[in-house]
């Protein structure tokens, strides 16, 4: 066993657990976050996808003692990080995969969401393309791509980015302009 001393949504939490074990395992099995979900444990599907240093990787693949000194967030963190910038209920990202029925089964979203707020947080007025590249190491087993980019894509609309041109040449994301 090894103690960690990890900043995990804003919190820094001390957390014993062996050497090998990753950041996924740790987050899930030590701390009780579940939202990051335990996949393919390979690194395929990004349904452990977490922010480290505000940049999504896959916890899956990263050991939890390459976290410490870095700012680890989750699902659980985006709703109270949004609350602490002065904002108000839920993440946008989270608001938006809502209203837009993104959510379908639930296993894929905490990762596509996290991918979601990194690119946004770099980029506030990404393309469709550049939308659809940022959530490419996310695959949703229900197969629900469309409404998860137009929940990106009206989040962007909804924060003073310029409303995308959907594939359909639909203008906005459900009917935002």
């Known amino acids: 066993m090894r103690l960690l001393r990890l900043r995990v949504n804003g919190d820094v939490v001390p957390v014993a ?13 030590r701390l009780g976050l579940t939202g990051s979900k ?5 690194g395929d599907c990004g349904a452990c996808t977490v ?3 505000k940049k999504p990787v896959l916890s899956c693949l990263t050991l939890a003692a390459l976290a410490e000194g870095h700012e680890v967030t989750t699902i659980e963190g985006l709703t109270p ?14 608001d938006a995969f809502d209203r837009c029925g993104a959510l379908q089964c639930g296993f894929c979203q905490p990762g596509m969401m996290l991918s979601a707020r990194a ?11 550049e939308i ?26 909804e924060s003073g980015g310029a409303a995308v041109q959907p594939a359909d040449g639909r ?6 302009s």
């Open 132 to 157: 659809q590249a940022a959530l490419a190491g996310n695959l949703c087993r229900c197969t629900g791509y469309t409404q998860i980019l137009e929940a990106v894509e009206l989040a962007v609309a």
């Open 81 to 94: 990080a949004h609350l602490r910038a002065g904002g108000r209920g839920a993440d946008p990202i989270q």
């Open 171 to 176: 203008r906005g994301a459900r009917g935002a």
């Open 38 to 42: 335990q996949g393919c444990d390979k």
């Open 119 to 129: 690119l946004l947080a770099k980029n506030p007025r990404p393309t469709r393309p």
């Open 51 to 53: 922010l480290l240093d």
């Open 17 to 29: 657990a062996p050497s090998h074990w990753t950041l996924l395992e740790v987050l899930r099995y």
